[in-house]
T-cell receptor, first 112, second 113 residues
Framework: KQEVTQIPAALSVPEGENLVLNCSFT??????LQWFRQDPGKGLTSLLL?????REQTSGRLNASLDKSSGRSTLYIAASQPGDSATYLC???????????FGQGTRLTINP | NAGVTQTPKFRVLKTGQSMTLLCAQD?????MYWYRQDPGMGLRLIHY???????AKGEVPDGYNVSRLKKQNFLLGLESAAPSQTSVYFC????????????FGDGTRLSIL
């Protein structure tokens, strides 16, 4: 079964720390992997999209990596800020599928 | 930049009532999707469309119908609402090329009493 797992479910860190969020997927045959941010009661904001042929993507303080062979992706957030507090979702588009398969998300809290 | 717009944002229904959720996108995307988000279940695909006049079932289609009469609009209908359909519904759209991202609306929070 094609699944996506995010561990931990929740993470709390002091402001200023660098941190890593993890995402694992069960099948290496993917088109791409997308990281989203979701604020409470809000929709999904796309942060980064990594194609299957890419190893990483960067946007500002965010860096996402992809290792298809091990079925893992990480989202690195540098110099975390309280405004980074949100739930971060990882989603995979497997080959041959129209839908995105989502992880359960990691709820991140940055403490001032 | 409107992107993906969902209407309404909130709704409370009684069991057995019907309603239609509207999704509109202004990015000329071919593909459109309806997901539902439930605690502990993540986001799951209900129905999707690969073009005007086409629809297909997703992961959890039962109890829902959809229509795509115009390229920019994708409607999700509940003919006879049930408490199990209490959820947050998200619409998304994308280009037809598989390596393009999906863009999401802000969601519709639906409660069925």
């Amino acid at each position: 079964k094609q699944e996506v797992t995010q561990i931990p479910a929740a993470l709390s860190v002091p402001e200023g720390e660098n941190l890593v969020l993890n995402c694992s997927f069960t099948d290496s045959a993917i088109y791409n992997l997308q990281w989203f941010r979701q604020d409470p009661g809000k929709g999904l904001t796309s942060l980064l999209l990594i194609q299957s042929s890419q190893r990483e993507q960067t946007s500002g303080r965010l860096n996402a990596s992809l290792d298809k062979s091990s079925g893992r992706s990480t989202l690195y957030i540098a110099a975390s800020q309280p405004g980074d507090s949100a739930t971060y979702l990882c989603a995979v588009r497997y080959q041959g599928a129209q839908k995105l398969v989502f992880g359960q998300g990691t709820r991140l809290t940055i403490n001032p | 930049n409107a992107g993906v717009t969902q209407t309404p944002k909130f709704r409370v229904l009684k069991t057995g009532q019907s309603m239609t959720l509207l999704c509109a996108q202004d990015m000329n995307h071919e593909y459109m999707y309806w997901y539902r988000q439930d605690p502990g279940m993540g986001l799951r695909l209900i129905h999707y469309s690969v073009g005007e006049g086409t629809t297909a079932k997703g992961e959890v289609p039962d109890g829902y119908n959809v229509s795509r009469l115009k390229k920019q609009n994708f409607l999700l209908g509940l003919e006879s609402a049930a408490p199990s359909q209490t959820s947050v519904y998200f619409c998304a759209s994308s280009y037809s090329i598989p390596d393009q991202p999906q863009h999401f609306g802000d969601g519709t929070r639906l409660s069925i009493l």
